[in-house]
């Protein structure tokens, strides 16, 4: 019940295009979900994070989906730059400083100009 | 600018041999993590701390010891590392305004010969 479900392990996108994660949990008390983005060698950066009473958040060119019935949310990036090339991390977790946020197991995006 | 600073960013130590990574933040914040990253793989809760209250993860290998002498500071010791050890070590804080947001460090590379 605790895990997080992350699709496609890998993605691969032009320059320009729709990049496309997908992500579904179990727990329903779970009320935050943030998207992470690494670099190589970096730490993970949080991104973009949505809570369930919205169906979705837009920041520049990254937007959360959430199906709040369906238990899943997904994060779009439009325009996809080279730049973007990143693993992409979903995550929930429960609104408090001290639970542990879940991860999925991640997304390698490769931007190809 | 208010971060996480980890030290040192690579470290190499010989099998056996006891090594202690560090982690320092600006931000204050009253919960601090340690997380285990192997490659291509999500980051992996080892221990936290809120304020002086150590949580450690039922899976984490009793090999790893976190200290926290004071709110700034975290200690992560590992007494006596195996070539499994070798991984990403990231320090993560939350407990701002925003609780239930985590913001990592850089990380510690370390490598096990």
């Known amino acids: 019940q605790q895990q997080v479900k992350q699709s496609p392990q890998s993605l691969i996108v032009q320059k320009g295009g729709i990049s496309i994660i997908n992500c579904a949990y179990e727990n329903t008390a779970f009320d935050y979900f943030p998207w992470y983005q690494q670099f190589p060698g970096k730490g993970p950066a949080l991104l973009i994070a949505i809570r369930p009473d919205v169906s979705e958040k837009k920041e520049g060119r990254f937007t959360i989906s959430f199906n709040k019935s369906a238990k899943q949310f997904s994060l779009h990036i439009m325009d996809s730059q080279p730049g973007d090339s990143a693993t992409y991390f979903c995550?929930?977790?429960?609104?408090?400083?001290?639970?542990?946020?879940?991860f999925g197991p991640g997304t390698s995006l490769s931007v190809i100009p | 600018d208010a971060m996480v600073i980890q030290n040192p960013r690579y470290q190499v130590t010989q099998f056996g041999k006891p090594v202690t990574l560090s982690c320092s933040q600006t931000?204050?914040?009253?919960?601090m993590y340690w997380y285990q990253q192997k490659s291509s793989q999500a980051p992996k809760l080892l221990f936290h701390y809120y304020d002086k209250d150590f949580n450690n993860e039922a899976d984490t290998p009793d090999n790893f010891q976190s200290r926290r002498p004071n709110t700034s500071f975290c200690f992560l010791d590992i007494r006596s590392p195996g070539l499994g050890d070798a991984a990403m070590y990231l320090c993560a804080t939350s407990g701002g305004d925003f609780s239930y947001e985590q913001y990592f460090g850089p990380g510690t590379r370390l490598t096990v010969t």
């Open positions: 931000l204050n914040h009253n919960v």
């Open positions: 995550a929930a977790s429960k609104q408090t400083s001290y639970d542990k946020v879940i």
